[in-house]
């Protein structure tokens, strides 16, 4: 197959899924870390929460989370009469998955009087066990929300945790998970960009090791990121997260530049989604993610609970 009837075959299947999307009234959320073509035609393209977040605002009858599975699962959490669609079941996230319900609910027994805060990167049962979540972006206040002299124990994330701990100023305990793709990047990685491109600023995500946070002009999740290289007058960046939000970098800033810290820095399950999956999906309405009622009220109070936090938490 030529490269323009590759291109033509594409831009047929974007078509027959816009065309599936409003014959079953759905919405198409995309991860920042998607593949380009699936984030190019998702009705909304952001983070895990703000994707959940949106969806529940959404008239629509169908989810099409094109994500990992905890991402399908905060859509059902938040939106429980609607059918939320995951094109790939197996698409999963291998740091929720280093803790388990079991593995928390021991910590608890063994640690009684202790606030556990949940990154959102977690299952729905680790969720349903947590005093309250957090995002990457929201973490520092959500940990200076809790009363002084509490305990606090941060799951699943130490990178995240250890990040959170610093600009605290509170002390932690935290669960030894971690993303595989983040904990890539190192600091001789990031020494060399740095070096490539003198006076490009170096934003980091706060998964990534401090070794590497501390080299960094600025840490922030994946919509602060956006938001910074937006505002910033840097024409060049060089970016310490999953190569899929470049495209989104690009496409909002079309004078910029921006540099990817490694070439390692790609995850496969992100990558799993493609067009011909959302197809099928929408096709088949399936396959479907659901939360059982008991375990999607608990976790839901864990959210609600982040969301009563001020921004300005001291």
């Known amino acids: 197959m030529t490269e323009e009837s590759m291109g033509d075959a594409q831009a047929g299947l974007k078509r027959e899924i816009r065309d599936l999307l409003a014959r079953r009234n759905a919405v198409m959320l995309a991860h920042n870390y998607q593949r380009d073509e699936v984030q190019e035609i998702a009705d909304i393209t952001g983070d895990s929460l703000g994707l959940s977040q949106e969806a529940a605002k959404s008239d629509a009858a169908v989810i099409v989370f094109c994500g990992v599975h905890f991402m399908a699962e905060s859509a059902a959490i938040l939106s429980p009469g609607k059918t939320v669609l995951l094109p790939r079941m197996e698409a999963g996230c291998p740091m929720a998955d280093m803790i388990t319900a079991d593995d928390l609910r021991a910590y608890r027994a063994a640690h009684p009087g202790t606030v556990v805060v949940t990154y959102v990167n977690s299952s729905a049962e680790v969720k349903a066990l947590s005093d309250v979540c957090c995002t990457s972006g929201n973490a520092v206040n959500v940990v200076r929300s809790i009363p002084p002299g509490k305990e606090i124990f941060m799951v699943p994330d130490r990178n995240l945790a250890h990040y959170v701990a610093r600009m605290s100023g509170r002390r932690l305990a935290w ?78 800033n079309p004078g910029k530049v921006f540099h990817l810290a490694s070439r390692a820095l790609i995850c496969p399950n992100m990558k799993l989604t493609a067009l011909e999956d959302v197809r099928d999906a929408l096709e088949t309405l399936s396959p479907v993610v659901t939360v059982p009622p008991d375990i999607r009220e608990k976790a839901k109070a864990a959210l609600e609970a982040m969301l009563r936090v001020p921004r300005d938490a001291a």
């Open 175 to 252: 669960w030894d998970g971690f993303c595989p793709t983040h904990e890539r990047l190192t600091p001789g990685e990031v020494a060399r960009a740095k070096e490539s491109h003198p006076g490009a600023p170096v934003v980091v995500h706060p998964e990534c090791r401090p070794e590497v946070v501390a080299m960094a002009d600025a840490v922030l999740s994946t919509s602060g990121m956006s938001g910074y290289c937006r505002r910033s007058d840097a024409r060049e960046f060089v970016i310490g997260t999953e190569m899929g939000l470049l495209y989104r970098l690009r496409k909002e």
